[in-house]
């Protein structure tokens, strides 16, 4: 029997609308747009394993995510793009440490999958929320915080409007393509991204590619 395929990545239908409104209002990014074609952002559609990969890969390098990532996947069984909460609550933690998880990432990735196999996380409901309800809910859950919640909003919601203030590459970016180099604060970034809105997650997304042309997948 074949492996199962991970699904072609969803992007967002506004991506088009949000280059030219940007090419509009932010000089910078009328210069950055053009120099990467049709990369764009892409979602893989699995709200679980989004959020165990964003666990996994905390204060690691992304090799390091990796490595962990598709060890995890092969004790747990199953198609590494599409992860079952209560396969993950089937392996005892020894099983998981050998996998090469902490105890700590072994607690968030079993209560993580517990919110979603006992209900309490319902990624249907989420589409119909707004932003900061969806970043609520998310940050009930051990080990996602407010950056983790942003980036699910991004790159699994493919919301249009988010603005990642607590992400460094966000406020690097920022630093050497508006301020030339020097610090820069959130609420400076927060006063040049006012010209981006409504349109804040593409505009981020290209402010990570100035610094990294790869494109980020989650």
Same mark, same amino acid.
Not at 20 to 46: E, M, N, Y
Not at 71 to 79: D, K, Q, S
Not at 80 to 95: C, F, N, Q
């Given at each position: 029997?074949?492996?199962?395929?991970?699904?072609?990545?969803?992007?967002?239908?506004?991506?088009?609308?949000?280059?030219?409104?940007?090419?509009?209002?932010?000089? *910078?990014?009328?210069? @950055?747009?053009?120099?990467?074609?049709?990369?764009? @952002?892409?979602?893989?559609?699995?709200?679980?394993?989004?959020?165990?990969?964003?666990? *996994?890969?905390?204060?690691?390098?992304?090799?390091?995510?990796?490595?962990?990532?598709?060890?995890?996947?092969?004790?747990?069984?199953?198609?590494?793009?599409?992860?079952?909460?209560?396969? #993950? /609550?089937?392996? =005892?933690?020894?099983?998981?440490? =050998?996998?090469? /998880?902490?105890?700590?990432?072994? =607690?968030?990735?079993?209560? @993580?999958?517990?919110?979603?196999?006992?209900?309490?996380?319902?990624?249907?409901?989420?589409? +119909?929320?707004?932003?900061?309800?969806?970043?609520?809910?998310?940050?009930?859950?051990?080990?996602?915080?407010?950056?983790?919640?942003?980036?699910?909003?991004?790159?699994?919601?493919?919301?249009?409007?988010? /603005?990642?203030?607590?992400?460094?590459?966000? @406020?690097?970016?920022?630093?050497?393509?508006?301020?030339?180099?020097?610090? #820069?604060?959130?609420?400076?970034?927060?006063? #040049?991204?006012?010209?981006?809105?409504?349109?804040?997650? #593409?505009?981020?997304?290209?402010?990570?590619?100035?610094? +990294?042309?790869?494109?980020?997948?989650?």
């Amino acid at each position: 029997m074949p492996a199962a395929r991970a699904a072609a990545p969803e992007s967002p239908a506004y991506w088009d609308d949000a280059c030219k409104h940007l090419a509009r209002r932010d000089r *910078v990014l009328k210069k @950055l747009i053009p120099q990467f074609g049709d990369a764009r @952002l892409a979602s893989r559609g699995d709200a679980f394993t989004t959020l165990a990969r964003s666990i *996994v890969g905390q204060q690691i390098s992304v090799k390091a995510a990796q490595s962990v990532w598709n060890r995890f996947a092969a004790t747990v069984g199953g198609p590494s793009h599409r992860l079952a909460p209560k396969a #993950v /609550l089937g392996i =005892e933690t020894p099983s998981l440490r =050998e996998a090469g /998880l902490s105890a700590r990432k072994c =607690e968030y990735l079993q209560d @993580l999958a517990q919110h979603f196999a006992d209900g309490r996380a319902q990624p249907a409901r989420w589409g +119909d929320m707004d932003d900061e309800a969806i970043i609520t809910e998310l940050v009930a859950i051990r080990g996602i915080g407010r950056w983790t919640a942003e980036m699910f909003l991004i790159f699994h919601l493919l919301r249009p409007d988010v /603005l990642p203030l607590d992400d460094l590459g966000l @406020l690097k970016g920022i630093s050497l393509n508006y301020f030339s180099g020097e610090p #820069v604060s959130r609420a400076e970034a927060r006063d #040049v991204a006012e010209a981006w809105a409504p349109y804040r997650s #593409v505009a981020t997304w290209y402010i990570w590619r100035s610094l +990294d042309p790869l494109p980020v997948e989650y």
